[in-house]
């Protein structure tokens, strides 16, 4: 069983930034794909950057590519969402995701394991 914790959410004007910090915690850390995903109230839920943790291979969404960063502090088990040039629409509360993988990680599998969330929001 994987438990998750997500942190670092809060307010921001736009054009800002704010990194997320996910804690991972019940399995060893290498052959996992992780992922970062957001909502809204009322919205399907997102997904926003994707990483293999054994070779740290990551996969984004189109409309967060080059303003966020998505990596990972092995000997921490800790996965990190860079957010820069933060935008009004990227408000949402933002979820850290796991599933079991050794080869591939790509954020349209079903992921496993989430968190509780943290939430960010930005003003214009």
Known sequence: QVQLAESGGGSVQAGGSLRLSCAAAGATWRNYCMAWFRQTSGAEREGVAAILTTNGS?????????????SQDNAKNTLYLQMNSLKPEDTAMYYCAAVESRDHCALFYAFEYWGQGTQVTVSS
């Open 58 to 70: 990551p996969d984004y969404a189109a409309s967060v590519k080059g303003r966020f960063s998505i």
